[in-house]
């Protein structure tokens, strides 16, 4: 058994390390609060871009970023965080890039060359020791809301698309449903597959359109691929502090628990001294 000195020493450190959990949970859940109204005030934007894509974009309407043309060509946008300390976060991410990587490779005929884009240092530093070819890193953007640099790199991929050198687009990333549950989506944005929903508003209505309807569709197809890069970002960003502030707690949690089961112990170890201690005095 260890020495009163051994498990007194023992609850002091599990106490020290208890403030610092607590801590980043409290400075999580507040930087959660700011992300989570980010997202939650995009999506309803975001969900009427696409209603008004979804009732303009028809099965008769050709465009360069509609067309479906053989796989030979893949770019993989990930997202992951800066920072460690939220759970499985980061780990789902970089384990769902390999098995893209993987599915892609492997596919018959398989593709000449899979192009990664990295958001988050957590992805970066995986891929990069795993010996996959990193095309462009950003750096610096998880956990920002800087819609200009996810812009930047949504016009390089409809413009590459357009041009026939890359075949597909797909981004992977977590949605934010709400601070207990976030979903790890693998998603295509290119080439464009907006097909309508049942219960869309607008299904079926003829609209009086100025400019017209193509002119309308070239601005606001671009519009919709970047807008779905930003809201990636933002559940990004929402599901790292909301994975970061349970990972937090549980680590609170189980210092509590463990510092009440050192207490116990120290305490019988104490009683028992002190009944040996008597008992040698009795003699």
Same mark, same amino acid.
């Given at each position: 058994?260890?020495?009163?000195?051994?498990?007194?020493?023992?609850?002091?450190?599990?106490?020290?390390?208890?403030?610092?959990?607590?801590?980043?949970?409290?400075?999580?859940?507040?930087?959660?609060?700011?992300?989570?109204?980010?997202?939650?005030?995009?999506?309803?934007?975001?969900?009427?871009?696409?209603?008004?894509?979804?009732?303009?974009?028809?099965?008769?309407?050709?465009?360069?970023?509609?067309?479906?043309?053989?796989?030979?060509?893949?770019?993989?946008?990930?997202?992951?965080?800066?920072?460690?300390?939220?759970?499985?976060?980061?780990s789902n991410i970089i384990r769902e890039l390999q098995r893209s990587v993987k599915r892609y490779s492997l596919?018959?005929?398989?593709?000449?060359?899979?192009?990664?884009?990295?958001?988050?240092?957590?992805?970066?530093?995986?891929?990069?020791?795993?010996?996959?070819?990193?095309?462009?890193?950003?750096?610096?953007?998880?956990?920002?809301?800087?819609?200009?640099?996810?812009?930047?790199?949504?016009?390089?991929?409809?413009?590459?698309?357009?041009?026939?050198?890359i075949d597909r687009v797909e981004m992977i990333y977590h949605h934010f449903k709400s601070a207990g549950s976030?979903?790890?989506?693998?998603?295509?944005?290119?080439?464009?597959?907006?097909?309508?929903?049942?219960?869309?508003?607008?299904?079926?209505?003829?609209?009086?359109?100025?400019?017209?309807?193509?002119?309308? $569709?070239? #601005?606001?197809?671009? /519009? *919709?691929?970047?807008?779905?890069?930003?809201?990636? &970002? =933002? %559940?990004?960003?929402?599901?790292?502090?909301?994975?970061?502030?349970?990972?937090?707690?549980?680590?609170?949690?189980?210092?509590?628990?463990?510092?009440?089961? $050192?207490? #116990?112990?120290?305490? /019988? *170890?104490?009683?028992?001294?002190?009944?040996?201690? &008597? =008992? %040698?005095?009795?003699?």
């Amino acid at each position: 058994m260890a020495s009163f000195k051994e498990i007194r020493k023992r609850i002091n450190s599990i106490k020290s390390t208890r403030k610092t959990t607590s801590a980043m949970r409290m400075v999580s859940s507040s930087k959660l609060h700011k992300a989570e109204n980010e997202i939650t005030n995009m999506q309803p934007y975001s969900d009427a871009l696409y209603k008004i894509l979804a009732s303009m974009l028809t099965s008769d309407y050709s465009t360069a970023l509609a067309t479906e043309r053989p796989v030979r060509n893949v770019a993989i946008v990930a997202f992951s965080s800066d920072s460690s300390l939220c759970g499985a976060f980061n780990s789902n991410i970089i384990r769902e890039l390999q098995r893209s990587v993987k599915r892609y490779s492997l596919q018959s005929p398989a593709v000449d060359n899979i192009y990664i884009y990295t958001v988050g240092k957590k992805v970066y530093d995986a891929v990069r020791k795993s010996g996959i070819k990193i095309t462009q890193n950003l750096a610096n953007l998880a956990g920002k809301s800087d819609y200009n640099a996810v812009a930047a790199l949504g016009e390089t991929l409809i413009e590459q698309f357009a041009d026939a050198k890359i075949d597909r687009v797909e981004m992977i990333y977590h949605h934010f449903k709400s601070a207990g549950s976030q979903t790890l989506v693998c998603e295509r944005i290119l080439p464009v597959a907006c097909n309508r929903k049942e219960g869309d508003r607008g299904h079926g209505v003829e609209f009086i359109l100025e400019p017209s309807h193509d002119r309308i $569709l070239q #601005v606001l197809i671009p /519009k *919709s691929i970047k807008l779905k890069l930003f809201t990636a &970002l =933002l %559940d990004s960003n929402a599901s790292e502090h909301a994975a970061r502030m349970i990972a937090m707690q549980t680590a609170t949690d189980n210092a509590d628990d463990l510092v009440t089961e $050192l207490t #116990v112990a120290y305490n /019988k *170890s104490r009683q028992q001294a002190i009944t040996n201690e &008597l =008992l %040698d005095i009795a003699r």
